[in-house]
């Protein structure tokens, strides 16, 4: 099994920073792709950023510039740092990560979440 655990969320008020992490563990081969999705109150899940293993990334429009994603190969986490942050972020963030294990597809695994809320 594989398991996604995410931390590092929390209330910030609006200009603050946040960095969330996320370990995913278990009977793992390797991990093509990790990245983060967002569910704003009342909307739909979104894309906010990506990164390869290679280390490309690629990040939604409304977060360039305050958002970077990073990954420590090593031991399968991935992070996101925002700065800057507007009542807009408010959201349940989502880490997921497109594993590969041995004699299985390659499968996308999610986090539980974690609320990040922006106060204005």
């Known amino acids: 099994q594989v398991q996604l655990v995410e931390s590092g969320g929390g209330l910030v008020q609006a200009g603050g920073s946040l960095r969330l992490s996320c370990a995913a563990s278990?009977?793992?081969?390797?991990?093509?792709?990790m990245g983060w999705y967002r569910q704003p109150p009342g909307k739909q899940r979104e894309l906010v950023a990506a990164?390869?293993?290679?280390?490309?990334?690629n990040y939604a429009d409304n977060v360039k510039g305050r958002f970077t994603i990073s990954r420590y190969n090593a031991n399968n986490t991935v992070y996101l740092q925002m700065i800057s942050l507007k009542f807009e972020d408010t959201a349940v963030y989502y880490c997921?990560?497109?594993?590969?294990?041995?004699?299985?597809?390659?499968?996308?695994?999610w986090g539980q979440g974690t609320q990040v809320t922006v106060s204005s």
């Open positions: 997921y990560a497109d594993v590969e294990r041995l004699g299985i597809p390659r499968t996308r695994y």
């Open positions: 990164i390869t293993s290679g280390g490309s990334t």
């Open positions: 278990g009977s793992i081969f390797s991990i093509r792709l």
